[in-house]
């Protein structure tokens, strides 16, 4: 488990996808090794979802099909 101290310390980073509008964007931090946490950009103090390294690539490999 990560502490919410632990996530509030963690370099977030934004896709370079993004725009630069500020709308919705989601935030990652890969500092946690094999846990992706995932934070809604515009609420940096609200929770995270962590996903396991592996899910969060499954996702991301089917995003690209």
Known sequence: MISE?????????????SGGSGGDCLEVTEDFPGLVPVR??????????VFR?????AFLSDLTK
Do not use: C, E, I, N
């Open 5 to 17: 101290h632990a996530l509030q310390r963690a370099q977030w980073r934004k896709s370079s996808y």
């Open 40 to 49: 809604d950009s515009k609420v940096t103090a609200g929770p995270a979802v």
């Open 53 to 57: 390294g592996s899910a969060w690539a």
